[in-house]
């Protein structure tokens, strides 16, 4: 009877922290550019757009995070306590980057959208350049 108790007690705890636990995970979607998939964390919400990738010492290869918002609109980046150096690259309607700038980290030097902008990405200072990542280049979203 102490075994069945102990059993379901168990059970019940592995399942509620494997429900808070998958709360936690970012959602992740894969997108191509130059026919390179690349794996990106979507910031789709105002807390997940503020947080950004700040406090991360590195990304994984090909691997990013693509800011999503509601509708197109200026917006503009900066680097407050992020530790590593990024590349963003903002996207049109259309899937077609129209600008990319390169960021240093740790500064709070606004990085602004030159037009209104859906999507925003963000990648490891030089993977545009390593993958020749230019504007005008459309993203498969």
């Known amino acids: ?7 379901i ?11 808070c636990y ?3 995970l ?7 550019i130059n026919q390179v998939n690349i794996i990106v964390e979507i910031a789709d919400t105002q807390n997940l757009r503020e947080r950004g ?15 999503v918002f509601e509708q197109p609109r200026k917006v503009a980046f900066w680097m407050k306590n992020t530790l590593m150096d990024l590349d963003i690259a903002y996207i049109a309607n259309d ?33 545009f350049k390593k993958h020749s990542v230019r504007v005008g280049d459309k993203v498969k979203l």
């Open 95 to 127: 899937g077609v980057i129209f600008q990319i700038e390169t960021m240093q980290k740790a500064t709070l030097t606004p990085h602004p959208s030159c037009l209104p902008t859906k999507w925003a990405l963000e990648m490891p200072v030089g993977y």
């Open 26 to 32: 970012p959602k992740v979607k894969e997108i191509q």
């Open 53 to 67: 990738l700040m406090y991360r010492k590195s990304l994984l290869k090909n691997h990013g995070m693509l800011f």
């Open 22 to 24: 998958a709360k936690t």
């Open 1 to 7: 009877m102490i075994n069945k108790i102990l059993i």
């Open 9 to 19: 007690v168990l059970f019940l705890a592995f399942s509620f922290l494997s429900i």
